[in-house]
């Protein structure tokens, strides 16, 4: 198979842009809207670090505890990478950079995809949540039930209708002809597929999150128990590694970055499905020490047994494993890279 040049590709864009039977709609317009939108995201992000700062500061000394200022770190740790993420694609959009509209475009179907099944499992969670919080605050039925509608308007729009709207605007061809018209030069994501583009987020979201856990105490399911600590760490530690090195090699489309997400995948499956097939839920938020408020309202919901969890599990990584096997011949062999 002939992997394209970096001439085939500027000829290409020339030819796109000069032809008339190829016209294409500019959408300029389109994308410095869209990449304000996403700096106005970033800086929102942004904010909310000193504003949960303020906020922890003004708590009162004798209901502030550690686990409060430990569950603070994930919060800006998230907060601030979303910063830089949304101000530097938004940029890039802005500049028509071929690199960014390709990232933005593959970073919200990632976040479309995890926020139909956040809002999913939102549906199914929040009338026994809304049930016992209007016990404790003693609010009537409406009072709830406009609590509920508000709170699934705002997740719809954050998880669904937000990036729905990117995914339709970047994955215009218009937009894709418009960057490629502005931005002639060759592109580390020009060689990179789609799909392969947003298996390569995963990884990369995957490696990230991992400095979170120092909130949590390290703790990880393995294999049918929890570990912490410095084992917790270590492990944690390998794979911030190991998730890293998978961005790496899924962007270039080399073989051993799939057969590495394959291994992970199903490591990871069996050690999820083990281990909360023998710890309850309830047992896996006290090891990581949420804050009491958090754990005591967890503990008053119906939650899942064992079996539930492991068999959601087991659906997680199985659907993943499907994608897997889905973008398995967009991978390059050895003897393709030595054709090319």
């Given at each position: 198979?002939?992997?394209?040049?970096?001439?085939?590709?500027?000829?290409?864009?020339?030819?796109?842009?000069?032809?008339?039977?190829?016209?294409?709609?500019?959408?300029?317009?389109?994308?410095?809207i869209?990449?304000?939108?996403?700096?106005?995201?970033?800086?929102?992000?942004?904010l909310?670090?000193?504003?949960?700062?303020?906020?922890?500061?003004?708590?009162?000394?004798?209901?502030?505890?550690?686990?409060?200022?430990?569950?603070?770190?994930?919060?800006?740790?998230?907060?601030?990478?979303?910063?830089?993420?949304?101000?530097?694609?938004?940029?890039?959009?802005?500049?028509?950079?071929?690199?960014?509209?390709?990232?933005?475009?593959?970073?919200?179907?990632?976040?479309?995809?995890?926020?139909?099944?956040?809002?999913?499992?939102?549906?199914l969670?929040?009338?026994?949540?809304?049930?016992?919080?209007?016990?404790?605050?003693?609010l009537?039925?409406?009072?709830?039930l406009?609590?509920?509608?508000?709170?699934?308007?705002?997740?719809?729009?954050?998880?669904v209708?937000?990036?729905?709207?990117f995914?339709?605007?970047?994955?215009?061809?218009?937009?894709?002809?418009?960057?490629?018209?502005?931005?002639?030069?060759?592109?580390?994501?020009?060689?990179?597929?789609?799909?392969i583009?947003?298996?390569?987020?995963?990884?990369?979201?995957?490696?990230?999150?991992?400095?979170?856990?120092?909130?949590?105490?390290?703790?990880?399911?393995?294999?049918?128990?929890?570990?912490?600590?410095?084992?917790?760490a270590?492990?944690?530690?390998?794979?911030?590694?190991?998730f890293?090195?998978?961005?790496?090699?899924?962007?270039?489309?080399?073989?051993?970055?799939?057969?590495?997400?394959?291994?992970?995948?199903?490591?990871?499956?069996?050690?999820?499905?083990?281990?909360?097939?023998?710890i309850?839920?309830?047992?896996?938020?006290?090891?990581?020490?949420?804050?009491?408020?958090?754990?005591?309202?967890?503990?008053?919901?119906?939650?899942?047994?064992?079996?539930?969890?492991?068999?959601?599990?087991?659906?997680?990584?199985?659907?993943?494993?499907?994608?897997?096997?889905?973008v398995?011949?967009?991978?390059?062999?050895?003897?393709?890279?030595a054709?090319?």
């Amino acid at each position: 198979m002939r992997i394209l040049s970096a001439a085939d590709i500027l000829g290409a864009v020339e030819d796109l842009s000069d032809r008339p039977n190829v016209a294409f709609e500019d959408r300029s317009l389109g994308l410095l809207i869209f990449g304000i939108f996403e700096i106005l995201i970033g800086v929102f992000c942004a904010l909310l670090v000193p504003l949960s700062l303020v906020a922890l500061t003004f708590t009162p000394a004798s209901m502030r505890s550690s686990a409060d200022l430990r569950s603070m770190i994930p919060a800006v740790v998230l907060y601030l990478f979303m910063a830089v993420v949304f101000i530097v694609l938004g940029i890039g959009s802005i500049r028509a950079r071929r690199w960014a509209c390709d990232l933005m475009l593959s970073l919200s179907w990632v976040w479309l995809l995890t926020g139909i099944c956040t809002l999913v499992l939102a549906w199914l969670l929040m009338p026994s949540l809304l049930s016992e919080m209007g016990s404790s605050a003693g609010l009537p039925p409406g009072g709830m039930l406009l609590v509920g509608l508000v709170t699934t308007a705002i997740l719809s729009f954050v998880y669904v209708l937000l990036p729905g709207a990117f995914v339709l605007f970047y994955r215009s061809p218009h937009v894709i002809a418009t960057c490629r018209a502005r931005d002639l030069r060759v592109q580390w994501t020009d060689d990179c597929p789609p799909r392969i583009l947003s298996l390569a987020v995963v990884w990369a979201i995957t490696a990230v999150s991992v400095l979170v856990m120092p909130a949590y105490r390290f703790v990880m399911p393995f294999f049918g128990v929890l570990v912490d600590g410095a084992v917790g760490a270590v492990l944690w530690l390998l794979v911030l590694i190991v998730f890293a090195a998978l961005a790496w090699g899924t962007c270039r489309r080399r073989l051993w970055a799939w057969w590495g997400g394959v291994f992970v995948t199903v490591v990871a499956a069996v050690s999820s499905v083990l281990t909360f097939a023998r710890i309850d839920l309830l047992d896996f938020y006290r090891a990581i020490e949420l804050p009491a408020d958090q754990l005591a309202l967890l503990s008053a919901l119906a939650t899942p047994g064992r079996g539930t969890v492991a068999l959601l599990w087991l659906v997680v990584w199985g659907s993943f494993l499907a994608y897997l096997a889905s973008v398995r011949k967009l991978f390059r062999t050895p003897a393709a890279k030595a054709d090319g």
